[in-house]
Each structure stands twice: as structure tokens, then as C-alpha cells.
């Protein structure tokens, strides 16, 4: 599942090769993939035909592409989603949900998703900032994000740390790997309870979110350069400086303890029996 920082990749190469560009066709080959745009397809195609694509901006893992018209294109990659660009003669793709063409001779957009989880929808009126999203908090990347701010409010939630990190009113772009990394390198288990979190503790948690998002974005954005915007297929950095996520029974890197998978809201968490004690009293 992409990631803040596999999702800043695919907005940085979006940037590059669609903006400033006129959209001049529009074919929607999966009703699914724009279920969210709720007048249809058909709507769909007319309020992009025509129309120049401004910018690409984010939100957390949302992307957006504000319009001439003060519209914006949201898009969301979900599981398996992927915004390519390629070239017309290109064969279509399996997958290919949403062709987007230009009035130029440049590549068409297309979103490609296998699971059919993403998908892209007009948001009227949401150049500047969709109104779908602007539930999302800012990412910890993003210089308009305020720590002093996220502080007070973990510390405020009666949560546990990790579902206080995944939780994109609180802090976006922080996914299930991420999350465990960072708690690793807090050395927090992630079933400790925010409140009992001390303003240094949450601190310092934060330096560590931003220190392995931006370290992830260094190496995504270094093995992005080529015309074919591909989330998954540049996923090698995902396995290449891991220190406990997928690392089941492998040595903790800081002190040798065999890494411990739990279940974790359907999905696993990783973390080290010895530098992250579960809380002691756990809590309800
Ligand atoms: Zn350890």
C-alpha cells in the first residue's frame, strides 16, 4: 500500500509532465474507479473536458489537481492504485480504469488499479483545497505542519500511540510501515497509551515520524526520474533500510532480540520484545 512518501513521488512526477497541460478527452473504463464522483461518468468527462491542469498538490495520501476552472481532480491511490503516463501507442494496461488524453502530443494519463480501491472524482469548487479532504491534517513533511500542536493533541487522545499515528485527523501520510519504524526508533511500543505520553516523549516520537518519511522520500524521489510514474514498481527501498517492519524472528538491529509480529486492526505490527516493552498495564 503506497505510503506518504511513494505518494510525494508520484505528485513530484505528476508535476513534472501534467501541469500546464489541456485535458481533451476523458474515458472512464470502470464505474468503480470514480464511484466517488456521484453525478457518474458522464459528468465525470464533461466538467474535465477542456479544461488546463494547474498544479498537483497533496494531502496527507490524496492527491489533487487544481484546475482552470477552480475544480480539482481528487485522486486516491488506494491498495494498488497507479497514475502512469504513457505514451498513446502504449497497449492498455490490464487494469486501466481512467484514460486521461491531452491536446498535445505528450503521454495520457491513466489510472491503473487492480483492486479497484482508489479512484479519482471531481471536487467541485476544490482547487485550492478540496472539500473531501480538508478533515486530513497536515503531514509532518508539510512546513505548515504545527508540532507544538500535534503534541497537545496526542497527548490529549485516550488512545494507544500507533492508532493515534494512523489517525489522518491527527497527523496524514503515516501508514502501517512507518509507523512501526518510527515506534522502533521511539522505542515505544505502540500499545502505550498517549496520555501518558510526556510532552519530550511525543517530542521526540514526531522527530522520529519525520526522520523516516523523509528518509523513505529521499530514496523514492532519487529512483524517480523516468516518464512512468509507478508506485509499486519502485517498492525496493520498502525492504532496503527497514529496521523492524516484515522482520519477524530476525535480530533487532539495536540489541539482537528477535523481532515479534503481533496482530495489529487486521494487519501485523512489528516491534522488539526487548527495546519495546508492551505498557505494562494495558488499557480497558
Ligand atoms: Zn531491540
New binding site residues.
Given amino acids: 500500500m503506497p505510503e506518504l512518501p511513494e505518494v510525494e513521488t508520484v505528485r513530484l512526477g505528476l508535476a513534472k509532465h501534467v501541469v500546464g497541460r489541456r485535458i481533451a478527452e476523458v474515458e472512464v473504463r470502470h464505474p468503480r474507479a470514480i464511484r466517488r464522483h456521484l453525478p457518474g461518468p458522464d459528468h465525470f468527462g464533461a466538467v474535465l473536458r477542456g479544461r488546463r491542469i494547474l498544479d498537483v498538490a497533496r494531502r496527507g495520501k490524496y492527491l489533487w489537481l487544481p484546475l482552470d476552472s477552480g475544480d480539482a481532480i481528487v485522486g486516491h491511490l488506494g491498495m494498488s492504485g497507479q497514475l502512469l503516463l504513457q505514451p498513446a501507442e502504449n497497449a492498455d494496461e490490464t487494469h486501466l480504469r481512467v484514460r486521461i488524453t491531452f491536446d498535445d502530443d505528450g503521454p495520457q494519463l491513466r489510472f491503473v488499479d487492480q483492486r479497484t480501491f482508489g479512484g479519482l472524482a471531481v471536487s467541485e469548487g476544490g482547487a485550492v483545497l478540496p472539500f473531501e479532504i480538508a478533515h486530513i491534517a497536515r503531514d509532518p513533511m508539510d512546513p505548515e505542519f504545527s508540532d507544538a500542536g500535534f503534541v497537545a493533541a496526542i497527548r490529549r487522545k485516550r488512545t494507544e500511540v500507533k492508532r493515534a499515528l494512523l489517525d489522518q485527523t491527527l497527523i496524514s501520510g503515516v501508514g502501517n510501515i512507518y509507523a512501526d519504524e518510527a515506534l522502533w526508533r521511539a522505542m515505544l511500543h505502540g500499545a502505550r497509551p498517549t496520555d501518558r505520553l510526556t510532552r519530550p516523549a511525543a517530542h521526540r516520537l514526531l522527530g522520529h515520524v519525520r526522520d523516516v518519511l523523509g528518509e523513505a522520500l529521499k530514496v523514492g524521489g532519487t529512483s524517480f526520474d523516468a516518464l512512468y510514474v509507478d508506485v509499486n514498481g519502485q517498492s525496493g527501498y520498502f525492504e532496503r533500510g527497514l529496521n523492524v517492519y516484515g522482520r519477524e524472528g530476525l535480530p533487532?538491529k539495536?540489541?539482537?532480540?528477535p523481532i515479534r509480529r503481533e496482530a495489529f486492526m487486521n494487519r501485523s505490527s512489528f516491534s522488539?520484545p526487548?527495546?519495546q516493552p508492551r505498557p505494562r498495564v494495558p488499557r480497558r
Avoid: I, K, L
Fill in positions: 533487532c539495536r540489541c539482537g532480540a522488539c526487548r527495546c
